[in-house]
């Protein structure tokens, strides 16, 4: 489990760093105007995996449950001898199931933490890919053309109970011109530990002081009682319950913003650090992250929760694989290094990004990724 209490101080040090105009320091790694260039990475990544019958065992994130199934059946027809399983847990368990040597590879919307990697220093955390996260509301008679806008603090306020229905003047002041309903806020936060709650409570803690000290972030937080408010399973669990219950607000990977879409439920505008509201779409997550591609560290732990970018989305996070880097036999890490290279070339295709609307990692991203990728023995 991921469990931390300050934000500001500890988690947003690089966007506060970058909003300041500051760089980080030398120690972290190349920084602005100098390029990542992981030496013999070629050498050190097979091609392909081992000739032999090969099966790798993934659990973890459900946002990114959905990409890695496609990319088990199409790394399976590439290479027939090779059978991936795929398990949509939450990132807790995947963190928690790859440093047990449970499952060959981990699945986390959220980076390992300093006490993950005391206790298992020789895990590794390796974005496959960029993702998204929407928040999502049941207000039945508002037209889907709509997108109510809100900010961090507004969330953290209904998260908190301090915002009670969805006509307060915090909200109308936000949306002025659209009528808004007398319904009840009914918070849906998730049951299990998962990367999505890392996600939603890092943006509620960079947009809402209290809720930063009060609260916090991480893949589980103690939710204020609120009246009404439920836990749900999985994504999937908090499209079906926000469907149930007019007055909802949600928090929901992208991946299954088309569900959630076809479901009926609306989609907010969040307010980014510069001031201005944004849709997730493939523009502003790229306007995102690019911000942040040369302030990321050699171990790519790195939030990029609420950046600097004037057009960014302000929730967007890297997907990444927690593998060890000491695997049980040389076959096995072979295996392990095939798949998620190829991860992080073939399967950075619009082919397969394009179906779950995340974007491709940038170029200086991947060669970081295979620069750990080649440490896997």
Known sequence: MIRFRTLLAAFA?????????????????????????PTRVAVAIPGRPSPAAVSLSETGSTLLYPLLRSWSAAYHREFPNVSISTNATGSGTGIADASSGSADIGASDAFLSSGDLVQNPSMLNIPLAISAQQVN????????????????????????????????PAIAALNPGITLPALRVVPLHRVESSGDTFLFSSYLSTGDAHWNSAIGYGTTVAWPHVPGARAELANSGMISGCVKTPGCVAYIGISYLSQATRAGLGEAALRNAAGRFELPTGPTMSAAVSSFVA???????????????????????????????????????????????????AGNSARFLNQVRFVPLPAPVVSLADAQIARIR
């Open 137 to 168: 509301y049941n207000l039945p008679k508002l037209p889907a053309s709509v997108h109510l806008k809100l900010t961090g603090a507004v969330l953290a306020a209904m998260y908190l109970g301090r915002i009670r229905n969805w006509n307060d």
């Open 13 to 37: 040090i690089v966007p506060l760093a970058l909003l300041a105009g500051c760089t980080r320091s030398a120690s972290s790694g190349p920084g602005p105007g100098k390029s990542h260039r």
């Open 295 to 345: 302030a990321i560290p050699t171990n790519e732990t790195i939030s990029m929760v609420s950046g600097p970018a004037a057009n960014g989305y302000p929730i967007v996070n890297y997907e990444y694989a927690i593998v060890t880097r000491s695997q049980p036999s040389a076959v096995k890490a072979r295996d392990v290094k095939a798949f998620l290279h190829w991860a992080i070339t």
